[in-house]
Each structure stands twice: as C-alpha cells, then as structure tokens.
C-alpha cells in the first residue's frame, strides 16, 4: 500500500513537559552544519578561481550565542514563531507517503531549525527507500545545500515559491540580472555590479561603482549605503537553486505540491487532534522518540487496518457455530 515515489517532509513542534519560566542563560558553541567541509573546500576552490586567497582559520570557527536552558528538562528548545507563545518545546521532522503512511521521522529540540532536521532523516530515508523520486518540502527546506543534495542524489525537489525578503519599496533581486559569462550583475540603470570577494557563507558579493550610484535617480530604490555602494549576493551553489525553480514550474509539479494538505498536514493534525500529540508527559529525547514512535506505529496499523478492509483482504469471521466447534 505504500506510494514512495514522493515524499512528504515537514516539522512540527510538541510543546515539552516543562515550566516555561525555570531557566538559564548559557553561552553555547554552535555546531558545524553537516555539509560544512563540502562547502568550505567550494568556498577555497571559488576564491581561487577568482584570484583570492583562502580564508583565514580563524574566520571558520563556529560562533558561539547565549540560550536559554530549561531547568526542568534541559533536552527541549525554547521555541517562538510569528504570534505563538515562547514555550519549550520538541521539533518533530516527519516523512509520509502519498497514502499518509509514515515512513520516519527524526527529533530534536524545539529550537533547531526545520533545514537542520532535515539531514538525519533524509539519510534514513534515502537508505530504506530506493524508489523515491520527488521530495516535497516547504519553503523552511528551500536552501541551496539542501536542494544540491536532493539533485545530487537524482532526486526532484518539489518546492514552492519562496518571496524574496526585500524591504518595501525597494528592487527585488530578480531585477538585477546575472550575466554568467562574464560573471557580474547588471542594475535596473544598467550598470554593472563586478565581483568583489566570496565570504565565509558561501556567497558571492558583487559590488557597485560608488560612481555610478552617486547620481543614479534609481538610488533610493537600491541602496541606503552611505558610501552609495550596492552589494547584490550570490550562493556558489546557486544553480541548483535555478534548477529547483525550473522543476517548479513543470507541468505537475503543482498539483504534487498541493498533496501536502491531505499527506503531511494531514498526519500532523490527526496525530495532534486524535493521539495528542500538542503536548508530552515525557522529559529527554530519547523517551519522547519512544512515544512518537508507538504513536506513529498506531497510526499506520489504524490505516493499514482501513485498507485491508476496503480491498476485502481481512480474514473472515466464522460464524457462530463455527466458532463453538472450535
């Protein structure tokens, strides 16, 4: 009954079994994103190309930031979005198919970030299913090291639109075009943006003639920089990014899209309104795993009961005297 020829991926958050006001403050060392080395050696080979010395080591220590810690159960994340309550909280990345059956799913605290999550599931995933064509993921996921992966692997990742964040009234970046054979921008005036250096993330920055920008009439639209320079950025893997938009726009990639309600969302919001799955009795990680885990076996026996049933597999009941005889 399984359909893996997509899949559906998304996260959502179970609020932790925790007092949102007992906590700590603790500067933590942030770790390496998992395709760090991958992007590194990119960022090497891309300066060198452009006649740039490598960065220094120092420059690619990971950054450290100050966290709140729950004094009652340390493993959740203070988790906050848009108008929602500041709650500790689990993060719960899920996969399904296109018949709601769950395939895995992957936890982590509440404040880790949907494209984090998304590694150590995609690998599990990657190794138990060989028939997975598209992966279908929300805007969250719509990252370039991501959408490498996924093409990298033969895949097809279905994403959305994703708005570009501009401030208002000022030029998108789609309106400055990009001229791939001599490497540089072009503005809405028409002038050109020449590189200027790859910086630690992995983007190109394309720089303005402050000449240019003094007296252009399109400067207030463009740029509030006091030394009237424009700077337009670029990931190195920014090609994949384009692909991504290519497949996008295929004929039937929006209706796969669309399924999300009835596959993913739909796992989600029976698992929250029928299981309970809003909130945990339990505190660690490993025994809020144990709980999904039994809640999501229950929920693919409930559907693989219901389809049995529906194609006439069950096994039949004998009748009356028959169960006597036995």
Request: with cysteine; proline share 4%.
């Amino acid at each position: 009954f399984i359909d893996d020829e997509n899949i559906f991926i998304d996260g959502t958050h179970i609020k932790a079994n925790a007092n949102n006001h007992k906590y700590r403050n603790e500067l933590i060392q942030q770790s390496a994103r998992c395709y760090e080395e991958e992007l590194q050696k990119e960022i090497t080979n891309d300066r060198a190309l452009h006649g740039k010395k490598p960065l220094k080591e120092k420059e690619m220590e990971p950054p450290t930031r100050s966290c709140k810690i729950s004094s009652t159960d340390p493993e959740s994340g203070l988790f906050h979005k848009g108008e929602h309550k500041k709650v500790f909280a689990y993060s719960a990345n899920t996969a399904c198919d296109k018949n709601n059956y769950i395939l895995g799913f992957h936890v982590t605290p509440g404040n880790v970030h949907d494209s984090v999550s998304f590694w150590e599931l995609y690998k599990k995933l990657k190794e138990e299913r060989s028939g997975i064509r598209g992966v279908v993921v929300d805007s969250g996921y719509k990252i370039p090291a991501i959408v490498k992966r996924i093409l990298d692997d033969g895949k097809l990742p279905i994403t959305p639109y994703k708005r570009p964040m501009t401030k208002d009234g000022f030029f998108k970046k789609y309106e400055y075009v990009y001229d791939e054979y001599f490497d540089c921008y072009i503005c809405p005036n028409n002038k050109i943006l020449k590189y200027s250096t790859t910086n630690r993330e992995g983007y190109r920055e394309y720089k303005s003639d402050k000449n240019d920008c003094r007296d252009c009439p399109y400067r207030s639209k463009c740029t509030n920089s006091k030394e009237h320079v424009k700077v337009v950025s670029r990931h190195i893997w920014e090609h994949y990014m384009e692909k991504a938009e290519d497949i996008r726009h295929t004929i039937g990639t929006k209706q796969i899209y669309s399924l999300r309600s009835q596959t993913i969302e739909r796992v989600f919001a029976d698992a929250k309104e029928k299981h309970g799955m809003r909130y945990t009795q339990y505190r660690g990680i490993k025994k809020v795993r144990m709980e999904l885990n039994l809640l999501f076996s229950c929920m693919n026996l409930k559907k693989l009961a219901t389809w049995l049933e529906r194609f006439g597999m069950l096994p039949t009941v004998p009748d009356e005297p028959e169960r006597k005889k036995h």
